[in-house]
C-alpha cells in the first residue's frame, strides 16, 4: 500500500515544460515525447503520483533524449494527478489509479513505438510507475527496466522479472525499505537468467529520484547519479 511517502514533496506543474511536446494521441494516450522517432531504442518513462506534467519528469526525459532516444511520458493518470490539497485524498486517489490499468495502457504506447520502426524499448517508473514498469517486465514487453524508489511492489513481482533489471532505491524509505530492497537482490541473484543491479543511495528519501529542490545541490547532485545509472542501464541492453 501507498503511504504519506508517495504524496510528500510535490512539484508545480507545468503543461507546457519541456523542449518537447505533447501529444494528443500517442497508442491511445496523452503523452510528452521527446527525441527522435527515428532512433534506434526508446524509452518509456512512467510518473510518480503528481503525472507527466512534472517539471523534472520532463527534465529526465529531455536528458534521455539528448542521449539518442525517443521518450515517450504517457499520462496515464488521465489529467488526475495527486492533488495534495485534499487530505482525504491518498486512499481514494489510489483507488482511482489502479498501476494494474496502467500497465494494461502501457501495451498499446510500445505498439505505437514499435511502429515507428523503433526495434528496442526500456521503461523507467518512479514509486507508483515502478509498478507499472515491473509489470511490463514481467511479460517480455520491453528489454530493460529500471525501477526508481518503487511502491507496491513485492517479491513475488520480483520473481517474474523477465528482462534486465536496474533497482535504485533510497535509504529513508517506508515503501521499499532497504531491508525489502535486499530481498529484491537476493531472487534476483538466484535467477542467473535476468541480470540485475540494485543500488541502495545513502542519505535520501523515497522521491529523491525526481521530487527535488533545483536549490539542494545534495539533492540535485543524487538525483543526477540516479539518471546517469538509468541511462548505463539503458545504454547497456538498448543500444
Known amino acids: 500500500m501507498a503511504s ?11 503543461p507546457a515544460g519541456g523542449v518537447g511536446e505533447v501529444v494528443d494521441d500517442f497508442g491511445g494516450m496523452k503523452a510528452y515525447v521527446a527525441g527522435s522517432a527515428g532512433s534506434k531504442a526508446a524509452v518509456v518513462l512512467v510518473s510518480d503520483a503528481f503525472g507527466f506534467e512534472a517539471p523534472n519528469l520532463r527534465k529526465i526525459a529531455d536528458k534521455v533524449a539528448s542521449s539518442g ?3 515517450v511520458v504517457p499520462d496515464f493518470l488521465h489529467g488526475d494527478p495527486y492533488d495534495h490539497s485534499n487530505p482525504n485524498n491518498p486512499g481514494m486517489w489510489m483507488q482511482s489509479h ?3 490499468k496502467a500497465f494494461e495502457e502501457a501495451k498499446p504506447v510500445i505498439a505505437a513505438i514499435k511502429e515507428k520502426g523503433v526495434p528496442n524499448i526500456g521503461a523507467a517508473g518512479y ?3 515502478a509498478k507499472v514498469v515491473v509489470e ?3 511479460v517480455h514487453e520491453i528489454q530493460a527496466a529500471v525501477l526508481l524508489h518503487p511502491s507496491l ?13 536496474s533497482i535504485l532505491g533510497a535509504e529513508i524509505d517506508k515503501l521499499s525499505p532497504p531491508e525489502l530492497l535486499k530481498q529484491f537482490e537476493q531472487v534476483l541473484s538466484a535467477n542467473s537468467g535476468v541480470d540485475h ?11 529523491w529520484a525526481v521530487r527535488y529542490s533545483d536549490e539542494d545541490a545534495a ?5 543526477d547519479e540516479a539518471l546517469q545509472d538509468m541511462s548505463h542501464w539503458f545504454n547497456k541492453y538498448l543500444k
Open 69 to 71: 532516444y525517443f521518450v
Open 98 to 100: 489502479n498501476p494494474q
Open 153 to 165: 511492489i513485492t517479491v513475488d513481482d520480483i520473481k517474474d522479472v523477465k528482462c534486465p533489471i
Open 4 to 14: 504519506s511517502h508517495c504524496f510528500e514533496n510535490p512539484p508545480a506543474l507545468n
Open 197 to 207: 543491479v540494485v543500488k541502495i543511495f545513502p542519505g535520501v528519501a523515497h522521491g
Open 136 to 138: 511490463l517486465a514481467k
Open 219 to 223: 539533492a540535485v547532485s543524487s538525483a
Open 127 to 129: 514509486c507508483w510507475g
